[in-house]
């Protein structure tokens, strides 16, 4: 075989060579774009070396943006192909490569740097700090996330994608069954994303328990801020199983290993425990960030305190420690005896209770309130009815019983997309809407949103309700085509052009983005919602040092208080400010974890060690510098406030 | 940046602070972690596929030395931070410098019990057990190198800069790694080996 056979795709059709050519014009323009209008540096300088978690966060969101299309288009591709019994749109492998990087790109790469765009933006903010506790792991966060991504979405050019689905179940993710390099790809750039996101966990936690501003004692934290401090927990005490995980994937992989084999003692059932340990947390990674926002939205615009508060935070508490008693529910099929499938049937169960109470709080919180419908509080008040819906199938299937009916059905993918997409997406899109003023200094077009957020909905019901039934009349999930005889003909149709809608959607908040951007006006007050937390206490845009005075807190919602009760947030004078100093490093590690992804993808083993050495070296590196960040003084701080001042 | 010469010097700053908790939550990820590992271990160890088992090629003398080089050398790094509190550079250095020799020692001994294990026709790919316990001692082994380089320049650093709250707070954070990994080698011994032999 040639050298470099390797690089080339098996599996090759005229769609990927035109996405290669796609791809290749779109670097060459940005290349261009950047060069003509001699904006290298400022890349560089003001982005690419950036510590500030403001920028960091804005960096996660235009990738998660960029992701949320990549896993759209393989939505369509994948409903397209179903749209009619007997299709021949894709073929069976080309359907497995699709519906496994669309599981993988939406849960990794789109809603979990989503989350983390919001946590970096608004965490600071909201507890009054002035960063995160450890900038410069921050970006290198980001960068182990982007590059991981960027790894995973060459896969489809260079070598195949992964497809053996979005949990990569042994043995079919075994050499035997999955020959090409598209496996590599999944174990490697999860592995390089997952060590990010790890990191992200540390520094948040600290942050939370450190850095909050005077008299913000836990029980005063805003609920986002509580929701991300939760989240981060389950992220440092399930990540390192996906770690281990990855780890001995990769290893049976490529240095014939025999963890999760058939034969020499390999256990292919030990791959679908672990993952699922880490798995099931991790769907409650990306939603009680959810909750959090839901809260703050919800509030903010029914104008009144959020009802039960300390019960949100105990049922929090709950869920996490619950999530990681309940994996097994993902294989009750599977043979391991009715004891163990009634414990994790009882499990399941109990965690949708901490989430009813979540609901009921919301509700009561409408209930006196004088609600104002904004973009923000559309979606988070459509999210209730949808999400129910979801949960309630969870229940069902939390069955184990009656689990050998739904399992693998189209009604569990009905399921977690009715969790997910009304549950995380309409939060993030909702968090999106809501702290878009606080990025960029105007509001997205309310009268586009409220149309966006109305086909989302409507696009959700269309595209998911009928999978509920075809599932129940027996269609399995992952099946790239079906027969005219099954009569399932007319539920994916149905499917199908809800999934045209859902993209309808989307494509009009990219159009909302793009029309406000030109039209809206930039005199906007810096607290445009008329909001109840610290993020809208200071200036839009918002200074580097986030505050001038660190704002001194004593109640949930110091903003309101000092708004409506007089109560003063900023004491004091001016003080020099202590800012740490941008660094290239991140990047530049970041880009040689790219290097060796790709190396150890192809078992290309000299350019694995030289790139190995390298991440050693950035690593020494840093444990010699001298880096104790710089001041700004008092006169510079005087200049800028009273400049934003004057711009409010 | 603000020095409160009440605390101790690895805490006397809000950023040693913060570095000092940062480490100890990244310490309950790398629990997961091994928690993880052995968590496989157990559920693999008497899959052996007709290879060799614990008993089989678990030999006590190597072990124990392991064990007294690593518990040693836990105890010599808490002598080096006891110096250090007292400002005393020079004892501190010297303890530092002998517990990374003491880790160097186990370092040695663990590759000449990998070498043996290979010998014996128990590598990586030979069985499900195997490719656990190769793989369980490699992740400790990999941490205790990592660990000589990163104690080695902290020594460097001492040497350089003397004894200032950002050298004492990197010193500090070390030793809690020291120690951690000291721990994870205790449950190696007793549930690995111990329990392997019997
Ligand atoms: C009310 C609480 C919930 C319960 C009781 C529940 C229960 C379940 C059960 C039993 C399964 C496995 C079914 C099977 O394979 O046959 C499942 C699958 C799944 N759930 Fe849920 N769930 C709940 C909430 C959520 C939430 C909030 C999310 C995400 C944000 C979520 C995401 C998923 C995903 C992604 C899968 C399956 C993935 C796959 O197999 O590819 N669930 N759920
Ligand atoms: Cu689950």
New binding site residues.
């Given amino acids: 075989m040639d050298y470099f056979d390797r690089f080339a795709i098996p599996h090759p059709s005229p769609v990927i060579y035109a996405s290669m050519v796609a791809i290749g014009i779109t670097v060459l323009a940005i290349i261009a774009g950047l060069t003509y209008f001699k904006k290298w540096g400022y890349l560089w300088r003001e982005w690419l070396t950036t510590v500030d978690h403001k920028r960091i966060g804005i960096m996660y969101l235009i990738s998660a943006l960029l992701m949320l299309f990549r896993g759209g288009v393989d939505a369509i591709m994948l409903r397209a192909q179903l749209s009619v019994p007997e299709n021949k749109l894709l073929d069976a492998q080309h359907y497995n490569e699709i519906f496994s990087t669309h599981?993988v790109v939406m849960?990794l790469f789109m809603?979990m740097p989503f989350i983390i765009a919001l946590m970096n933006f608004v965490v600071p903010l909201q507890i009054g700090a002035r960063d995160v506790a450890f900038p410069r792991l921050n970006a290198l966060s980001f960068w182990l996330f982007f590059m991981g991504a960027m790894l995973f979405n060459i896969s489809f050019v260079v070598g195949g994608s992964p497809d053996a689905?979005?949990?990569s179940y042994f043995p079919l993710a075994g050499n035997e069954f999955s020959e090409s390099v598209g496996t590599n790809y999944y174990m490697i750039a999860i592995q390089i994303a997952g060590i990010g996101t790890l990191m992200t966990g540390i520094n948040f936690m600290t942050t939370i328990l450190r850095m909050r501003a005077p008299g913000m004692t836990l029980m005063k934290m805003p609920m986002f801020t509580w929701s991300s401090l939760i989240t981060n927990l389950i992220i440092v005490f399930a990540f390192p199983v996906l770690t281990v995980t990855l780890a001995m994937g990769t290893m049976d992989r490529l240095f014939g290993t025999n963890f999760f084999t058939t034969d020499n003692g390999g256990m292919d059932m030990l791959w679908a425990n672990l993952f699922w340990v880490w798995?099931?947390p991790?769907?409650?990674i990306?939603?009680l960030p959810?909750f959090g926002i839901y809260s703050e939205v919800i509030s903010t615009f029914a104008r009144r305190n959020l009802y039960g508060y300390k019960s949100m935070v105990a049922s929090m508490v709950a869920i996490s420690f619950l999530s990681f008693l309940?994996w097994a529910?993902?294989?009750?099929?599977m043979g391991q005896g009715a004891l163990t499938n009634s414990i994790f049937?009882i499990t399941?169960?109990a965690?949708?209770v901490p989430?009813?109470v979540k609901i009921f709080n919301w509700l009561l919180t409408l209930w006196k309130g004088k609600i104002v419908i904004t973009t923000p509080m559309l979606y988070s008040l459509l999210f209730i009815p949808l999400?129910t819906l979801?949960?309630?199938?969870?229940?069902?299937?939390?069955?184990?019983a009656a689990?050998y009916q739904?399992?693998?059905?189209m009604?569990?993918?009905a399921?977690?997309h009715m969790?997910?997409i009304p549950?995380?997406i309409f939060a993030m899109l909702a968090g999106l809407t809501y702290y878009w003023p606080k990025m960029f200094g105007f509001m997205l077009n309310e009268r586009i949103g409220k149309w966006a957020a109305w086909l989302i909905a409507i696009g959700t019901l269309v595209a998911f309700m009928p999978m509920f039934f075809s599932g129940l009349d027996g269609q399995a999930?992952r099946m790239y085509t079906y027969s005219e005889s099954t009569g399932f003909g007319i539920y994916n149709m149905i499917s199908f052009i809800g999934a045209l809608v859902l993209a309808v959607g989307f494509v009009l908040i990219v159009y909302n983005i793009y029309y406000s951007t030109r039209y809206a006006s930039r005199d906007i007050s810096s607290d445009p919602w008329d909001a109840r937390s610290l993020e809208w206490a200071t200036h839009t845009p918002v200074p580097e040092y986030n505050f001038a005075i660190l704002p001194q807190v004593n109640s949930t919602e110091a903003l309101w208080d000092a708004k409506k009760k007089g109560h003063v947030l900023f004491k004091g004078e001016y003080e020099k400010i202590h800012m740490p100093n941008n660094s290239g490093v991140p990047f530049i590690m970041g880009c040689i974890f790219f290097a060796w992804g790709f190396s150890f993808v192809f078992g290309m083993w000299i350019p694995l060690i030289l790139t190995t050495i390298g991440i050693f070296a950035c690593m020494a590196l840093r444990s010699f510098e001298k880096d104790h960040g710089r001041y700004i003084s008092v006169e510079e701080i005087e200049e800028t406030e009273t400049k934003l001042r004057g711009a409010n | 940046m603000k020095i409160d010469n009440s605390l101790p010097l690895e805490y006397s700053t809000e950023e040693n602070r913060l570095k000092v908790l940062g480490f100890w939550i990244f310490l309950g990820a790398e629990i997961m972690l091994f928690a993880t590992l052995f968590a496989t271990y157990f559920t693999l160890f008497d899959r052996t596929a007709g290879g060799p088992t614990g008993a089989e090629i678990f030999e006590i003398t190597p072990v124990l030395i392991e064990t007294i080089l690593l518990l040693t050398s836990s105890f010599t790094i808490g002598l080096g931070i006891h110096a250090m509190r007292l400002g005393n550079k020079k004892a501190m250095l010297s303890f530092f410098a002998i517990t990374l020799l003491l880790g160097a020692g186990f370092l040695g001994f663990e590759i000449f019990e990998f070498v043996t294990y290979v010998h014996e026709g128990a590598g990586l790919q030979t069985s499900a057990f195997t490719s656990i316990l190769l793989t369980t001692l490699g992740t400790h082994g990999a941490h205790v190198t990592l660990g000589l380089f990163w104690g080695l320049f902290i020594i460097l650093q001492v040497k350089k800069r003397g004894l200032t709250p950002e050298t004492a707070n990197k010193s500090f954070i070390f030793s809690l790694y020291w120690h951690f990994l000291d721990v994870v080698w205790i449950f190696i011994f007793s549930f690995i080996y111990l329990k392997g032999m019997m």
């Fill in positions: 599981g849960i809603a689905g979005w949990t798995g099931h991790e769907v409650y990306l939603i959810a309940v529910h993902h294989f009750f099929t049937s399941t169960m965690i949708a989430t009813g999400f979801g949960g309630v199938t969870g229940v069902m299937l939390g069955m184990s689990d739904y399992h693998n059905t009604f569990l993918v399921h977690f969790v997910i549950g995380v999930r």
